[in-house]
């Protein structure tokens, strides 16, 4: 057990919708990062929130967004879903400047 | 560019048998790495990381791993497998660019039979 909460655990949705994932970070880490995880591979950074702001992104097209809360807790948006975006998203949290990071089960999309 | 390279993509193993999974890394800061399992239909989980110090890190259920610089390894090994071990295995590595994140490689399924 991370600490690390998500939600929704699956999800099915269409292409060209949007969706929206959260996540729970565990108590006292105020860092929260998204990765993804296709199938057969390892999971890809997508962005790194502290302090409610961006403070880091990987390769990913704009349209995967995100908010942190002042809870620490966090979203993953993704406008207009594309098909390759069916994969498991994992949130990740960690306390600032640490580095051992916890990961949540993820949130399995899959897109039609 | 930081990348991680785990060279074996599928293993099979009998219960009892050695394992030894390979990972190399490429990062030119300092190096933090981090093996990681995922049961089916479970979240990772750490199983050992190097900081610094002894390169050889002991973790969890048996795991161990060695750091060897100069052949920028950090190959994962367990004396005796068991069923209960099959999952699948990423190596990553800690990168710091004003922000930190994990650089994993592609992962190795390991498969062991009764």
């Known amino acids: 057990e991370t600490g690390v909460t998500q939600s929704p655990t699956h999800l099915i949705k269409t292409r060209g919708q949007q969706v929206t994932l959260r996540c729970s970070s565990q108590?006292?880490?105020?860092?929260v990062s998204w990765y993804q995880q296709a199938l057969g591979q390892g999971p890809q950074f997508i962005f790194q929130?502290?302090?409610?702001?961006?403070?880091g992104r990987g390769n990913f097209p704009p349209r995967f967004s995100g908010l942190q809360f002042p809870n620490y807790s966090s979203e993953l948006n993704v406008n207009a879903l594309e098909l390759d975006d069916s994969a498991l998203y994992l949130c990740?949290?960690?306390?600032?400047?640490?580095?051992?990071?916890?990961f949540g089960e993820g949130s399995w999309l899959t897109v039609v | 560019a930081q990348s991680v390279s785990q060279h074996n993509h599928h293993v099979i193993l009998s219960e009892a048998a050695s394992l030894e999974l390979g990972c190399n890394y490429s990062y030119g800061g300092t190096v933090n790495l981090f093996w990681y399992v995922q049961y089916p239909g479970q979240h990772l989980q750490l199983l050992l990381k190097?900081?610094?110090?002894?390169?050889l890190v002991k973790g969890i259920k048996g795991f161990e791993a060695e750091f060897i610089k100069s052949k920028f390894s950090f190959n994962l090994r367990k004396p005796s497998v068991q069923w209960s071990d099959t999952a699948e295995y990423f190596c990553a590595v800690f990168v710091w660019e004003g922000f930190q994140k994990l650089v994993f490689g592609t992962g190795t399924r390991l498969l062991v039979s009764p």
């Open positions: 990740a949290s960690s306390p600032q400047g640490g580095n051992t990071i916890y």
């Open positions: 108590s006292g880490h105020n860092t």
């Open positions: 929130y502290y302090r409610e702001e961006e403070n």
């Open positions: 190097y900081f610094s110090g002894d390169p």
